[in-house]
């Protein structure tokens, strides 16, 4: 049996920081098209690196960006820069400090103004510094990123309103499940987190009747993290009252529920709240 320790978090990440572009490019591509059931200790660490690039290394993530827009030929693998944390994070963390990189590579690579389209309204609303919003904005192709958006995605959405919880559980665990290019495919995605928050905001019974028919159908760490740190924690209102309640009788019933409940984060909820459901979910701790 092997008996070689797995490598720390530095090392993984001392690891990824000394790849070359070409090779992030690889790595972009593998976690753009690796879906959340699949999902490895290796794929969840290339993530964590791209979440934190843009700004924690600034210079790095234009050049990551320029080798993508060189060697990618999927422009839904490009977009995703745009669509997920890196191009904005990059832009509002350090805009000021890369917009001139960026306006040579736009001469470089006229790809990027199309690229720049995707984030033109964060830009436009989010930057502080005029200067640079107006730097940014004048390689920034709207037009030509929302034709792209427009013929890429599918327009055909699901109301998920008028659908059963016995319908929805499954559907809810098919779209989270996706690759993050699988998601960008069509608005479904989008419209799902949407119907959840309003959900959570207006009907946390009903939101806490998905979760239970969720735990029901699945199994999946990954999704149930997911489930966990979203939508039953989004529903547990900061005071006691019903919704409550219902949460420490459902742990009481159902085992699987009491697991799902120890991956919840207590975080501004009342000491009245926190004690129930501390007590609720037992020794269970994720």
């Not at 990440?13 to 059931?37: C, F, H, M, N, Y």
């Amino acid at each position: 049996m092997d008996q070689t320790p797995a490598p720390s978090e530095e090392d993984v990440q001392a690891r990824l920081k000394a790849l070359s572009p070409d090779d992030l490019v690889r790595a972009w591509r593998e976690i753009g098209t690796t879906g959340l059931k699949e999902q490895t200790d290796g794929t969840h660490a290339v993530l964590m690196y791209f979440d934190r690039l843009g700004h924690d290394d600034p210079e790095r993530a234009v050049s990551f960006i320029e080798a993508l827009l060189e060697r990618e030929p999927d422009d839904a693998l490009v977009a995703l820069t745009a669509q997920e944390k890196l191009l904005g994070q990059l832009l509002q963390f350090n805009g000021p400090r890369i917009a001139g990189a960026l306006q040579e590579l736009a001469m470089r690579r006229p790809r990027l103004r199309w690229l720049m389209g995707g984030v033109y309204w964060s830009i436009s609303g989010g930057l502080e510094d005029k200067d640079t919003k107006r730097r940014l904005l004048a390689i920034a192709d709207k037009e030509a990123y929302r034709a792209w958006d427009d013929s890429y995605k599918s327009r055909e959405t699901i109301d998920f309103a008028a659908l059963p919880v016995a319908e929805l559980a499954p559907l809810w665990v098919e779209i989270n499940s996706r690759s993050p290019l699988g998601k960008e495919k069509d608005k479904n995605w989008s419209e799902l987190f949407d119907f959840q928050s309003e959900l959570v905001n207006n009907d946390p019974l009903k939101a806490l009747d998905l979760v239970k028919a969720i735990v029901d159908i699945e199994d999946n760490p990954s999704v149930l993290g997911l489930l966990a740190a979203g939508m039953l924690e989004d529903l547990i209102p900061a005071k006691d009252g019903p919704v409550v309640e219902a949460v420490v009788a459902e742990a009481a019933r159902n085992p699987r529920f009491r697991h799902l409940l120890g991956g919840v984060w207590f975080y501004g909820m009342s000491p009245e709240v926190t004690e129930k459901l501390e007590k609720a979910r037992e020794s269970v701790r994720w």
